[in-house]
């Protein structure tokens, strides 16, 4: 056969509407690239490129591991969810029973090691670890058991809010959880969380007791009050190693979810009304990340209660849409168009699929509904916040914020954001009341800001996260509010003390139930010298 010519060929690819679908074809080939990198499932663990400080080697130790305990690892390093805090460790002991704990606290005191405890591994910055230290991973250690005359759950400190509630669920709830359902009891009592339920204020104000093995190998129940309790709730794992807690739960209750959406300037007046109506069982908001509204306008999501029989709604499911949902957030990654897509879509595509013209029978059926039991949107684990992005990663921070100052703030965090070209994913509104802890982040009732911003993981990324964290911070104090403790290390000690002027003190607490400071993390290493 004859070749054709080689001018022909060009004649032929020059032609417009062949150059139209070759381009057409490249640009569908690039998005679908695209589109699967933004939506892909994790493979594995995520770790980033180790930043100076977090990539220290580790200090050798030549000690025999102690072969009644079951070592997951020897050596090595451990990561938190930031994927930041690559942090060199002795090693990690899988926790099953008390004697367990024990021992591996015995070992430690024998071997002069430090000890520091882990549960779902969502406090970021790397504070959690100590560096060198023989870590507990407490996940393994989860028996739960109902008492459903006095509605009281023993959970022990690795259960998680997840499986807590399958095991809830119908009949009964968690109180007061975080907004996801991933983490641990222990995690959770030891930041002393809070979530959806704004009548119900943080865990701590939900437990009866907490037995704790105290550095010595003692085990003690303390109860609320007492000066241990005051320590353990919100004390990040310092006191002792929370084994098992005693939980007050709630009915579950079948309730019609609403959204409305609202001027940021009128969310003060929107909130008078939800706290007066005592039928709303949970309430939170989030407000405009478009560049176009930012910070302006906002959704408030309410669930007031219903008479729908609980016992009808259908077994807990898991988050659906999660590639669609991962795709939404990452996208909004990439730039105003892209953020304002994601607020669009919360705006108006949301609402449609949730439509409320269908029957309760149907509504409880899909569980998707405008009528949801109490335990379906506190079960969400959120594996959609997991991703693959190279050079990325998601830190989440928190403001309490008295509550008659939070038009002031929302407007200082906007100017924040806008000068710092901060890559924001999510601000949320949610409500605590006040606490009576030792390290105490709501001396009042307050509002929480919760943010979630998007950062390279290089140091330059480091770097503007850790500008942002000190302007925000610095604002909170400002409008005399605190920040939580269990992300970034991002602050001063001065920051820290201005925030919790009683700081001094807990470190004094601390040298008293533990004078070898054998529990120790990054966080307290870091500060105690405040
Ligand atoms: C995406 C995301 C969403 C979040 N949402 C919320 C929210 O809605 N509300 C909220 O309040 N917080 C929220 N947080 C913060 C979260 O509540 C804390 O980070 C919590 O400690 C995580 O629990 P964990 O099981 O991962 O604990 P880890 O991070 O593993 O540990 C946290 C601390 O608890 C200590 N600890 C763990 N187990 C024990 C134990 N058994 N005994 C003694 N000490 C122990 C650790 O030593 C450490 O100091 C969020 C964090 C992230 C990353």
Redesign the pocket.
Known sequence: MKSKPKADILQWVRKPAVIVVVVVIVAAGVLVRKILYYSADPIGEKDCPPLASAGDKATRITLPYDPSLTWEQKGGTIN??SCLDRTPVFGIVEVKSTSDVSRALAFARAHSLKI?????????GG??FAKNALVLD?RTFKTVSLDEKNKVLTAE??ATWHDIQKYLHPKFSVKAM???DI??V???I??N???MDHQAGSVGDTLLSVT?MLPDGSVVRTTPGEDLFRHVVGG??LF???LSADVRVTDNVIYRSERQLIKTADFPTAWKDIEANKNIGLFYAHLSTAPGSLLDEGILYTYAKTDADPMLSPPLGEVSSVKLRRLTINLSKLGPIWMSLKWWMEKYVEPKIETCEISRTQALATGEGCLVARNEPMHDS?PY?KNNLKNDTDI?H?YFIPRDRILSFVAGMKKIFTENGTNILNVSIRVVHKEDIALNYAPTDAFSV?L?INQTTDAAGNAKMKKVTGELIDLTHAEGGRF?L?YQLHYSPEQLRASYPAISQFFEAKKRYDPQELLT?T?YETYKGV
């Open positions: 938190d969810s520091s405890i882990a549960g779902v591994r969502h406090s970021q504070q959690a407490m400190g690795g975080q907004s996801t983490f641990t222990g995690g959770s030891s930041v969380a809070h979530g704790v990040y794992g002792g190693i929370i959120v916040l989440l928190e919760v979630y939580f269990p993390n966080w």
